[in-house]
């Protein structure tokens, strides 16, 4: 019995050690700048010893893997910026989005803003310490969590991915304009903007720069439509974000058609389109509800359960790989 305990056990040790030492609620230090800085959750203080997200969010924050991956991101991206600015044909859009731009056309950047160039895992720690009530009715549960988020957001407390602001500062002073395409709403936008300065990321013009999302006025969910308008003016060297839907629509359907959707794009990925890692949350989880998949990636309260046990259904066993997944049988 100790035995199937001890993993879960140590787990949670782990955390704890990891976080233990003070009382405070600021959210957790910037990778570069762990010495002396409090951190989060005092002994006793994780109410949800299994939650979920633990071990994602403890990689995204401590992990030398994590800090690894940033560092290659933002490499690549600034060769791919190199070789865009030496060939009058390079786009990073499909034709279809990019259209007929002139050879002199300005130069931009299209990048998703959270888990891309902000940090908000302090925010995930915060769901983790501070659950949403789990007796909570659905739609309350999402109302609550809503809340929570906008309180994030006020606060700007979110922290610039590493080397993020250099790269988009470096393209800048090149002539590259670099174009916000976040599904932040329209309330959100003046917060975000001054995080966005806070946080050191160029931002000249928080009006045109950043582009929300707002249904009613066709910015909607699929950034596409958001792509275009930024296309409309100028040759898009590049492309970045965390979430497949940061490169392409249609993105919210089955594990399988997703792959497919990377699949068919294989040559683009490391070159015109450079891709964060967010193991914490995103459409990727969406897509794992099956039936509820237009459902938000945040599930709490009475709803949290049954989401979890649905997702579980999607783990591969070793025989998976005697038995390869649907798409592959076709
Ligand atoms: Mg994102």
Partial sequence: MQSIVRGPAILVLLALSACAGNGGSKPAAPLDDLSGVPRVAPPGAL???????????????TSAEYRALAAQAFNQAARTLAKARADAAFSALPEAEQGKIGADAPLAIITDIDETVLDNSAFSVD????????????AEARKAFEQRWNDWVAQREALPIPGAAELLADAEKNGITVFYITNRKDPEKAETCNNLVQAKLPLKDCATQV???????????DKGSRRKMVAAGHRVVLVMGDNLGDFLDGVYVSPEERAALVDQHATWWGDRWIVLPNPMYGSWEDALGNGAIDAASHTFGAEQERRRLEKARHLRAVDWWANPAPMEKK
Avoid: C, F, M, S
Wanted: proline letters at 11%; a neutral charge; aromatic letters at 2%.
């Fill in 127 to 138: 769901l983790i310490q501070n659950p949403i009530n789990p007796a909570l009715a659905p």
């Fill in 47 to 61: 109410k949800d010893p299994v939650h979920d997200n633990l071990n994602a969010v403890l990689w995204t924050q």
């Fill in 211 to 221: 582009l929300t999302r707002n249904d009613a006025e066709g910015r909607t969910k």
